[in-house]
């Protein structure tokens, strides 16, 4: 075993930013294995000009955490959202219950009989805008903090992505089962037949995220499903939209498809899991 160790004047010229490539990659791989070392180094950056910087930022981080596990349900609730992430801290999840609570006053209010066809159609790309929201510095204000902890990287994208299925899937699904049936729209979808499409598009934005970061990845796919199947749908409301979304997410075929494409994408996620640990455009 090597018995090198970073020695105070190396310490001192890696927190002013003053030691050379090889010697700073070499420290920075060394005080992964080693406390001691990693100890020096810390208290030498802390001596250093970044050290007030550091010390007001540990603070707020502190004061922050400390307020959101505050005792009482309020404390717990902000807790939870914080590490959910910013989509269900913010517009994303307004619009998921603006969507649902459209669809049943069209349901209901107005009577419409395309009101569950048009809320299936929008329904898998919403997980995508969580998706797009939830993760990377463009939403997180905490993004390389909490991306250079043991639990970033894929791990907190995946928690992040749990959470925000499980607001929408629930919320979403449960509207198009209480919407009123689809009477004089042929061939209208059952109210969980966009769960897999939904899932399959939701993992494909993960897998093609590991290469390009999360919101151009949802962004693409969301653009991708509104030009192919919600714009065609559209020009064909009222009487042929059930039959037009059907062709997308009904039957054993089409259902095995969106199946087999969530496993394949949820393959190539994993092979790529280690890209969301370097990848600064996420």
């Not at 037949?193 to 494909?204: C, D, N, S």
């Not at 039957?251 to 790529?272: D, F, T």
């Amino acid at each position: 075993m090597s018995t090198w160790h970073v020695s105070e004047r190396l310490a001192a010229q890696y927190a002013y930013g003053a030691a050379a490539g090889p010697d700073a990659w070499s420290l920075e791989k060394h005080v992964e294995s080693c406390g001691t070392c990693a100890a020096r180094v810390s208290a030498a950056v802390r001596r250093g000009a970044a050290g007030p910087a550091l010390d007001a930022l540990r603070a707020t981080v502190l004061a922050e955490a400390t307020a959101a596990a505050a005792p009482g349900r309020v404390g717990r609730m902000a807790s939870v959202l914080w590490f959910a992430g910013p989509a269900l801290r913010g517009a994303w999840l307004v619009a998921v219950v603006l969507v649902a609570a459209g669809a049943l006053a069209l349901g209901y209010g107005a009577g419409s009989a395309s009101a569950r066809p048009l809320l299936l159609a929008l329904a898998p790309v919403l997980p995508l805008a969580g998706v797009g929201l939830s993760y990377g510095r463009h939403s997180d204000p905490l993004h390389e903090i909490a991306a250079a902890t043991p639990s970033g990287g894929l791990r907190l994208l995946l928690t992040r992505t749990a959470a925000v299925l499980a607001v929408s899937l629930p919320l979403l699904t449960a509207a198009g089962a209480l919407l009123p049936p689809a009477t004089g729209v042929p061939g209208v979808p059952g109210a969980a037949a966009w769960l897999l499409p939904g899932l399959a598009l939701t993992l494909a934005a993960l897998a093609l995220g590991s290469f390009v970061g999360c919101r151009a990845a949802a962004s693409v796919l969301a653009c991708g499903w509104l030009g192919v199947v919600v714009a065609p749908a559209l020009a064909m409301v009222p009487p042929d939209l059930g039959e037009q979304l059907a062709a997308y997410v009904c039957g054993p075929a089409v259902q095995g498809a969106w199946a087999a494409a969530a496993v394949l994408c949820a393959g190539l996620l994993a092979l790529r899991r280690s890209s969301f640990d370097h990848l600064e455009r996420l």
